[in-house]
């Protein structure tokens, strides 16, 4: 039985911390068309590293992840997806490239484009945690879980958005 009443107050606690997020992502869908995107968020070209303008090796690591390095001056990032590792590997090097470059329509529109990098931060950031809740809540109540694919691309936005 107290297990059983733990369990209530943890789903309660979450179903809170989830509410406060979705909230003030409510307050951020003043900015929805900031979120729009030109392709799709997993197919990342891979840039050169900035220093050495050669492209990275790639590994496949033991425990499945992904590196990227570079033989010139053994920068290196890693990712659980390729997408992923990509992407941070392309933030290590994005000196020197444009705005243009980066898929979302709104920071070409946009005068001030910072306002929309913020805005992207943050309402990703955010999404990916209310996602996180969900399915921490659906696993404890035994509910059906956001679709895994939705989950990525909410994280692959995130990645993008981060650059
Ligand atoms: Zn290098």
Not at 29 to 54: A, H, N
Not at 78 to 93: A, D, F, S, Y
Not at 104 to 110: C, K, R, S, T
Not at 130 to 156: D, F, H, M, N, S
Request: glycine residues 8%; contains cysteine.
């Amino acid at each position: 039985m107290a297990a059983e009443v733990r369990l209530g107050q943890t789903v309660i606690y979450l179903e809170d911390k989830r509410e406060k997020i979705t909230t003030r992502l409510g307050c951020l869908s003043v900015g929805e068309r900031y979120q729009d995107f030109i392709g799709d968020p997993f197919m990342v070209p891979v840039w050169d590293c900035c220093l050495c303008k050669t492209a990275p090796e790639v590994l496949r690591k033991k425990n499945g992840k992904w590196l990227y390095r570079c033989s010139g001056c053994g920068k290196e990032v890693v990712g659980k997806e390729k997408w992923q590792g990509i992407l941070r590997w392309n933030r290590k090097n994005c000196f020197g490239k444009t705005l243009a470059e980066i898929p979302f329509p709104a920071l070409q529109q946009e005068s001030s484009p910072q306002s929309v990098v913020d805005y992207l931060d943050e309402y990703f950031s955010l999404k990916k945690k209310e996602v996180g809740l969900t399915r921490q809540i659906a696993q404890l109540t035994g509910k059906r879980p956001p679709g895994k694919v939705y989950q990525k691309r909410v994280e692959a936005f995130y990645e993008w958005a981060e650059l």
